[in-house]
C-alpha cells in the first residue's frame, strides 16, 4: 500500500449510511447528536477520546487522534439509512430501551427527522424477522439498482459531498462463497438472475461500492468478504472492512487470551454462554442465524493462540460457545466465560469471567470510528481491505495468503502506527534501546 502524498480535507457534510435503523444504528445517532450538544460524551470512540504518542518518549508529543489526522467533525454527519420496518430513528431507539427517555426527548426532534428508507429483504436470510417496509423488484439486479438509486438521491437531498455506509443490520443465515461470488463479472450474472446465494448484505454492499462509497460491516454476515466484492472495491477504489464489531464476550477474549498466552500459560478448554433478550437475540434464535455467529466468534482464539506452534498448550483446546435469547434482558447482554488454565508444572487453574455489558454501548463508538476511519481513508486515496481497522471486528478481513490478527494489543499498535503512516511520522517499535546507550 502506497503512502499518501496528500489526504484531500473533510469539506462539506458526510453522508452515514446505515443499513439496518435498530438498537445499534439509533444509540450512535442519538449518542453524536448529544455529543454536539455537550449533552453526552462519546466514551469508547478512539477518534473522540484517544490520543497518539509520536516520536520518542522524551518528545512529550502525544496529541489527541482527532487534532492529529484531518478527520470529519460530528457536526458534518448526516445520517439516513434502511429498515424493514417503517419506525423513524426516534419511535426505533424508544422501542430497543437502550438510552433513557431523558436522553432521547433531549434530541427526539433530529431523531424524528430521519425515515428509514424502504429496505432490500429477502425474508430467507433473516427467518426470524417480519417486516413490511420493503422494496419490489424483478430481480436482485433490479434492487441493487434501487439501492443506488436511495443512496445518489439521499446525498442530493442532502446536501452531502461525499458518504460513508456501516452495515447495522441483522445476523444472515451461514453461507459460503460460491461460483457467483468469485468475480466481478460472476456475480453481475448472479444478480441478474437473482441466484440465490446472493444475501440482502450482498446486494447493499455491492450497490455501496458501486456509488463509490466505503463499507463497514458491522455483522458476521458474508456481505463484502468475497472474492468479487474485493475485486470491485479495488476496481472502484473504495476502501473496506469488517466484520463482526468486536463488542463482548469477543472484546474480553482478545484481551485476557493474548496475556494468558504472553506469559506461556496453558489452556485446556474456554466456554462461553451469553444471555440477551434484543432484536439481535431474536435472530440469533435460529439455529442457521446462530452458525454465522458461532463461526464468527470461534475464529478468535485459534489464530492468537496459535495452536500448531505451541500444541503443548493449546492443542487440545476445547472452546465452546453459546448464546441463549432471553427477552427480560433486551440490550443488557451478560456473557460467562470459563477458563481451565494449567500452569508450572500441569497444576491446573480456573478463570471465570462474568461480563455485564450493553451491546449498543459498546458499539455505537466502534460505529463512529469506522465512519471517520473510512472516510478519512477514502481521502487518503486507499482502497480494497483496510486491515488496520481490524482493531473493531470479531473475524478482521485480510489478504488471502494471510492470517488474521486478533490480539487487541497488536490490532490497536497496526491502528495507530497507521495513522502515524498516513501523516509522515515514524511507526513506533517500542524498542527503547537508544534510552540506555
Not at 4 to 16: H, N
Not at 79 to 101: M, P, T
Request: charged share 25%.
Amino acid at each position: 500500500m502506497k503512502r499518501p502524498s496528500t489526504i484531500a480535507p473533510a469539506k462539506g457534510k458526510l453522508a452515514v449510511l446505515l443499513p439496518g435503523l435498530g438498537a445499534v444504528a439509533t444509540t450512535f445517532i442519538a449518542g453524536v447528536a448529544l455529543a454536539r450538544r455537550n449533552l453526552g460524551t462519546p466514551v469508547g470512540s478512539l477518534t473522540q477520546m484517544g490520543t497518539i504518542r509520536l516520536g520518542k518518549r522524551t518528545e512529550k508529543r502525544t496529541p489527541k487522534i482527532a487534532d492529529f489526522v484531518p478527520l470529519a467533525g460530528l457536526g458534518d454527519l448526516c445520517f439516513g439509512g434502511w429498515d424493514i420496518f417503517e419506525d423513524d430513528a426516534y419511535a426505533s431507539a424508544v422501542h430497543a430501551h437502550v438510552l433513557r427517555a431523558e436522553h432521547l426527548e433531549a434530541v427526539k426532534t433530529e431523531l424524528s427527522a430521519i425515515q428509514p428508507m424502504k429496505a432490500v429483504f429477502y425474508p430467507e436470510f433473516v427467518k426470524r424477522l417480519h417486516g413490511t417496509h420493503t422494496k419490489r423488484a424483478p430481480s436482485k439486479a433490479d434492487m441493487v439498482n434501487q439501492l443506488r438509486a436511495d443512496i445518489r438521491a439521499f446525498i442530493q437531498k442532502n446536501g452531502c459531498n461525499r458518504a460513508v455506509a456501516v452495515w447495522c443490520g441483522s445476523t444472515e443465515i451461514y453461507t459460503e462463497a460460491n461460483e457467483v461470488h468469485a468475480t466481478a463479472s460472476s456475480f453481475e450474472k448472479g444478480l441478474l438472475a437473482s441466484d440465490p446465494s446472493i444475501t440482502n448484505s450482498q446486494m447493499y454492499a455491492w450497490a455501496l461500492l458501486k456509488e463509490r462509497v466505503p463499507f463497514a460491516n458491522g455483522s458476521p454476515n458474508l456481505a463484502v468478504d468475497f472474492p468479487a466484492a474485493c475485486e470491485l472495491a479495488r476496481e472502484f477504489r473504495v476502501p473496506v472492512a469488517g466484520k463482526d464489531f468486536k463488542t463482548g464476550q469477543t472484546l474480553m477474549k482478545t484481551i485476557v487470551a493474548p496475556g494468558l498466552k504472553s506469559r506461556m500459560l496453558g489452556i485446556r478448554g474456554w466456554y462461553s454462554t451469553n444471555i440477551l433478550g434484543n432484536r439481535d437475540g431474536e435472530v440469533l434464535d435460529d439455529p442457521e442465524s446462530f452458525r454465522t455467529k458461532e463461526v464468527s466468534k470461534l475464529s478468535v482464539l485459534d489464530t492468537i493462540l496459535e495452536r500448531e506452534l505451541y500444541p503443548k498448550l493449546y492443542g487440545d483446546l476445547v472452546h465452546k460457545v453459546r448464546i441463549d435469547y432471553y427477552p427480560p434482558r433486551g440490550d443488557d447482554k451478560e456473557g460467562w466465560d470459563n477458563i481451565d488454565l494449567f500452569g508450572w508444572l500441569d497444576y491446573p487453574m480456573q478463570m471465570k469471567i462474568n461480563f455485564l455489558c450493553r451491546d449498543s454501548i459498546l458499539a455505537a463508538p466502534i460505529v463512529l470510528d469506522l465512519v471517520l476511519f473510512l472516510d478519512l481513508a477514502q481521502r487518503a486515496g486507499l482502497h480494497g481491505i483496510q486491515e488496520w481497522l481490524s482493531f473493531y471486528f470479531k473475524s478482521p478481513m485480510h489478504a488471502p495468503q494471510i492470517n488474521a490478527e486478533h490480539d487487541l494489543f497488536i490490532q490497536q499498535k497496526k491502528l495507530k502506527n497507521t495513522l502515524r503512516w498516513m501523516m509522515n511520522e515514524e511507526p513506533l517499535t517500542h524498542l527503547g534501546n537508544e534510552y540506555y546507550q
